[in-house]
């Protein structure tokens, strides 16, 4: 009997192994538990550290709970019921365990300390469903709204910016009178800077005016008295160490009432000092030569006696003027100077210690100069 080989053949065939439809659906399975897994990864990553931080201790503890105390058959599933529980049965008796009362006794957590629990075991949930461990819904039940409601557990509401709170047109309105007087408050400041230089100008104006006045009554009299002198001179003495002294003399064959008439066009009775006077070189002219025609005060001294100034008052004027006067003789004598140049030597101190004559007057007497 001759064996004949047997010559098999293989059958091949195109189809595949799995079907195309399994193997898309296998794929899309294992894309949506990829893209599960990054949403997970990626919603635990945007927190802040110190909300990952306070989010993980809480849920460790809801663990612990939920595993070591309770031992649920579903773990650490998270469910209204089983949050309420947890709420019920340890967050609210526990306490504040970081703070304690001065008598050492547990201090009771707050709104926000409790809810702040509700938040961490919720971010939990929701981390369960996009992984699809938990079925639940993330948002609160009515179940837990009445809980936080029958143990007053409520958030503090935000701040709101004013901006929002308030429409433009409302905000106008309560800005408006406090802009009133804002502007109000700047122009009346406004007001009162300008009435006071208003005020400096006008007394700045008013010292113009009067220097003015001062300065051409001087002139006006410095003419008439060099006019006067040329006509009807009066006795003077201009002794200096370079000049000769010149006397003039009224014949004493004249009687008072002639000298009166001829030399002074006011009585001595009737003359009456300046007060206006500014400069120690007006007072002298009006002592040695005289003023607008009048009589020097020498000459009514010399002429006089005190017959001219017999009221109190113009007998205390001329006493004060007196200590000018002496002055002016003294600075002439020890300086060997004309007397015109003693009180323009004396006039330059005052100008030079910035005073006025009556303050000059009180330095002379208390010998300050």
């Known amino acids: 009997m001759q064996n004949h080989p047997h010559n098999y053949s293989s059958k091949q065939t195109d189809e595949p192994l799995i079907d195309e439809g399994c193997q898309m659906d296998l794929d899309n399975d294992n894309n949506t538990a990829s893209n599960t897994q990054m949403n997970v990864a990626e919603s635990q990553r945007l927190p802040s550290t110190n909300t990952v931080k306070a989010y993980g201790a809480k849920q460790k503890e809801w663990k612990a709970w939920c595993t070591e105390i309770k031992q649920f058959e579903d773990g650490v599933i998270v469910t209204d019921e089983k949050l309420c529980l947890f709420l019920k049965d340890y967050v609210i008796p526990r306490g504040n365990i970081n703070v304690k009362k001065v008598d050492n006794t547990k201090r009771a957590l707050g709104s926000e300390s409790i809810l702040a629990f509700v938040k961490a ?32 557990i409520k958030s503090t509401p935000k701040k709101t910016n004013s901006n929002e709170e308030f429409p433009m047109n409302q905000q106008l309105q309560v800005l408006m009178p406090e802009l009133v007087n804002i502007i109000n408050s700047g122009f009346n400041s406004i007001l009162t800077s300008l009435n006071a230089m208003q005020t400096q100008i006008e007394n700045h104006c008013r010292e113009m005016e009067e220097y003015q006045s001062s300065t051409r009554n001087l002139i006006s009299e410095s003419l008439m008295q060099m006019a006067t002198n040329i006509t009807n001179p009066h006795q003077y003495n201009r002794g200096t160490s370079e000049e000769a002294t010149v006397i003039l003399e009224v014949p004493r064959s004249l009687n008072n009432s002639e000298v009166s008439s001829s030399s002074s066009p006011v009585s001595p ?29 020498k000459s009514l001294e010399e002429e006089f006696g005190t017959k001219w100034r017999k009221s109190r008052t113009e007998s205390k004027f001329f006493s004060t003027r007196l200590i000018v006067y002496k ?5 002439s004598r020890d300086d060997c100077i004309s007397t015109e140049e003693a009180a323009k030597k004396l006039e330059r101190r005052r100008v030079d210690l910035k005073v006025s004559i009556d303050k000059l007057i009180k330095l002379i007497k208390a010998s300050a100069l």
């Not at 971010?123 to 029958?150: C, V």
């Not at 002055?327 to 600075?331: L, N, R, S």
């Open 327 to 331: 002055e002016v003789q003294k600075i």
């Open 121 to 152: 075991i919720q971010n939990l949930r929701k981390e369960q469903s996009a992984l699809g461990i938990n079925t639940y819904p993330t948002y609160r039940s009515e179940l837990l709204k009445t809980f936080l409601d029958s143990h007053n």
């Open 269 to 297: 009775a009737q003359y009456k000092m300046k007060r206006n006077l500014v400069t120690i070189n007006d007072l002298w002219q009006e002592y040695d030569v005289g003023l607008s025609g009048n009589p020097s005060i």
